[in-house]
């Protein structure tokens, strides 16, 4: 008897340890958040309970939506990029071609550099005076003044968006690579066998099996993107006149200024969007089934 | 399994070792690596004076992670760090949170303030009527120029107008163009950040800037639209401020373009000073600073920084620690700052003395500029008010906001900011 019920508990007794990790950093402090968005936190002021107040603050100010429209047309952009050269990486990583190894060592290093610093990188490279862009500008182009790169809307857009596809499209390269490796050679030989064309093996045979793995890539680097805050706080600063605000440095903003609450208030509507992202990505993408 | 247990045993051990530190005072300190080294100096000091051990808590340069860091720790009411320095401008932000000690009341006797610059206590660091912070160096906006340009085109002085400034800033750029095409006339502070907004103060004037009308912080005035659009201006219009100066042009990147012989002009804090004068620097010998020039001449403004000092509510060793404090602002360890780092100190004393006015000469005109600097509105929300700010300014000067427009803009935010944190009031 006491054999069974110890077999019963078996299975949770393994996932256990993983399930008390998510408590523990996940969902108290997500509640924790919500929680606190609920108050008039602001250290200087008399600390009290306001239920929506801030939600109410928060949709009433256009810098809010004006962070949000930036953060998502980001992620429209940022994330199909990073998953088309992510993936087309990952095409040619898995072809026999020499020197295999070391090319894969080399995709992965812009993914190990943090974005700190990378970020630095990319302001070198945009640099009005001293930038590498405007010295190769000047040394192959034609005579122009220097750009300033970072100056326009789209400018700064693109700029921020560069950097952060340089960065993580070897992080879906690599995801991609290993679901490359689970596609069975077989099939792909019998299409060969077939006679179907390169293009053709990839679009109709590898591309479906590779679904909920690309599936997941584009969960991540959405989840991911949609907190965007290191590449800007180093590049822009949300410049130029608050163009490139993304709502993680919205926010930034606001606790770095002592309202909690309110801060508190616009990471939680950061959340509900990932969470709703997520949700429908799950839904339609039919990654369940697959994975199941 | 056996040396997971083990760790699970040692684990609780381990934090309980790490949090188990002899009594001392922690000072929180940012700055660059031979900026903290002499605050190690100084608290290496101060233990052998008083036998108090002080432990600095490193900081990075960034303002913004130095508020961070503080900020945290106070809102959670840990007792480290018991002294922090802060920026001037968040002053009213940590004094309205409480977190300040009355300094008057800490030592056990009221703190004499004599020494001081008065305007700079009384505007920044008196908070509800109590002590709360003290200036440990002060900053204000100057006006650097290339002496041997401006003697070499016929100008005897440098200008006291912005009219001036933008007359010899064209006739010079044109000329010195033809061997340097990176040169420009004059180099500000116009990135999206604190130091935009400190200009825009110091461009508004002494009829300008932020006042508070029956409790209404003013920013859309004419005086400050016809300063912003100076601002712009300098950029589009009469091209003698470099393109990239609302993108990334902050204090060191302004500092090293003219320290570079690109440009003529250059507002700065006085730190630059030092940085000309080094050994190496292409313009050494080369530079003179000069109070800012106004619209009407002698309606001139700069803006007031510096880093104070202040006592956490928190601290469990308040004596101590205002015990180092008052050792900090000694005459001997400011003038070790000021010789040391070639910092502002915040004493009036120390720039008469002869030992500091032979290594630093320009001692003597800093005097009378810190004697007239603005500071900025005392607010505890300024942050918020500033955010907005920044934000409207830079999209002015970089052209996708008309001035008007921009003001308007940042004052319906500003009115907004004030109706949630102030009340209306």
Not at chain 1, 64 to 71: A, V
Not at chain 2, 261 to 268: P, Y
């Amino acid at each position: 008897m006491r054999k069974r019920l110890l077999s019963g508990l078996e299975p949770y007794l393994f996932v256990a340890p993983l399930a008390l990790f998510v408590v523990l950093f996940v969902f108290i402090p997500i509640l924790g958040t919500v929680w606190s968005s609920f108050y008039s936190d602001v250290t200087f002021l008399e600390r009290r309970f306001s239920f929506l107040q801030n939600y109410g603050a928060l949709f009433s100010d256009p810098g809010f939506w004006k962070s949000l429209r930036f953060t998502l047309l980001f992620i429209s952009v940022a994330v199909p990029l990073e998953l088309i050269i992510g993936t087309a990486f990952a095409v040619v990583l898995d072809l026999e071609i020499p020197l295999r190894g070391l090319l894969r060592a080399c995709v992965l290093i812009p993914w190990a550099i943090p974005s700190a610093i990378s970020a630095r990188i990319w302001e070198l490279i945009y640099n009005y005076s001293f930038g590498l862009a405007n010295f190769l500008l000047a040394k192959i182009g034609p005579a122009s003044p220097p750009v300033n790169w970072l100056g326009t809307d789209f400018g700064a857009f693109a700029a921020v968006t560069a950097a952060d596809v340089w960065k993580t499209a070897p992080f879906v390269a690599i995801i991609v690579l290993a679901g490359l490796q689970a596609v069975p050679r077989d099939l792909k030989l019998q299409a060969k066998i077939d006679r179907a064309n390169f293009a053709q093996i990839f679009f109709k045979v590898t591309l479906p099996l590779l679904k909920p793995v690309l599936v997941v890539a584009l969960l991540f680097r959405t989840i991911d993107s949609l907190r965007i805050f290191d590449v800007i706080y180093v590049l822009t600063h949300g410049g130029p006149g608050g163009a490139t605000a993304s709502v993680s440095l919205y926010a930034y903003k606001y606790f770095l200024g002592g309202d909690f609450g309110y801060g508190s208030a616009a990471s939680v509507a950061l959340f509900l969007v990932s969470f709703s992202l997520s949700c429908l990505y799950v839904k339609y993408s039919g990654f369940t089934e697959a994975a199941s | 399994m056996k040396s997971l247990l083990k760790l699970a045993v040692l684990f609780p051990l381990l934090i309980s070792a790490c949090s188990k530190r002899p009594a001392e005072l922690v000072f929180a300190v940012g700055g660059a690596p031979n900026e903290l080294d002499f605050w190690e100096t100084i608290a290496a000091d101060f233990r052998e004076e008083t036998g108090i051990s002080v432990r600095i808590l490193r900081q990075p340069t960034d303002s913004d992670q130095r508020r961070q860091g503080i900020l945290i720790p106070l809102k959670a009411q840990k007792k480290d760090p018991d002294v922090f320095l802060m920026d001037i401008a968040w002053i009213p932000q940590f004094a309205a949170s409480g977190w300040l000690q009355d300094l008057d009341a800490a030592g056990g006797v009221p703190v004499d303030t004599a020494p001081f610059w008065k305007n700079i206590v009384d505007r920044s660091d008196r908070y509800g009527g109590k002590l709360v912070a003290l200036p440990v160096y002060v900053d204000a906006g100057l006006l650097y120029y290339r002496k041997d340009l401006l003697k070499k085109y016929g100008y005897a002085k440098p200008p006291a107008t912005w009219k001036e400034l933008l007359e010899i800033s064209a006739v010079v750029q044109a000329a010195v163009r033809k061997d340097n095409p990176e040169f420009y006339g004059f180099a500000w502070q116009g990135a999206q950040y604190e130091g935009i907004v400190c200009d825009f103060l110091e461009f508004a004037g002494a009829k300008g800037g932020l006042r508070t009308e029956n409790g209404r912080l003013l920013a859309a005035t004419p005086e400050n639209e016809k300063a912003l659009a100076f601002m712009r201006d300098l950029v589009s219009k009469y091209k003698i401020s470099p393109p990239n100066t609302y993108t990334e042009m902050k204090e060191e990147e302004v500092r090293l373009f003219f320290q570079k012989g690109n440009a003529l002009f250059e507002r700065n804090w006085p730190y630059a000073w030092g940085l000309h004068q080094a050994d190496g620097s292409p313009v050494k010998d080369k530079t003179g600073i000069c109070p800012l020039p106004g619209f009407a001449g002698p309606d001139s403004v700069s803006t007031l920084g510096g880093w104070h000092i202040g006592l956490s509510k928190y601290s469990d060793k308040p004596r101590d620690a205002a015990r180092f404090i008052e050792y900090v602002l000694s005459k001997k360890v400011q003038k070790e700052l000021s010789l040391k780092l070639g910092w502002n100190p915040a004493r009036r004393d120390v720039y008469g003395d002869p030992e500091v006015l032979k290594v630093h000469p320009h001692f003597s005109q800093l005097r009378k500029i810190f004697d007239n600097a603005v500071p900025r509105p005392g607010l505890p929300y300024y942050t918020q008010v500033s955010e907005a700010l920044q934000r409207h300014l830079n999209a002015a000067v970089s052209g996708n906001e008309e001035p008007a427009a921009a003001l308007e803009a940042a004052q319906k935010e500003i009115d907004a900011v004030a109706e949630r944190y102030g009340g209306g009031k």
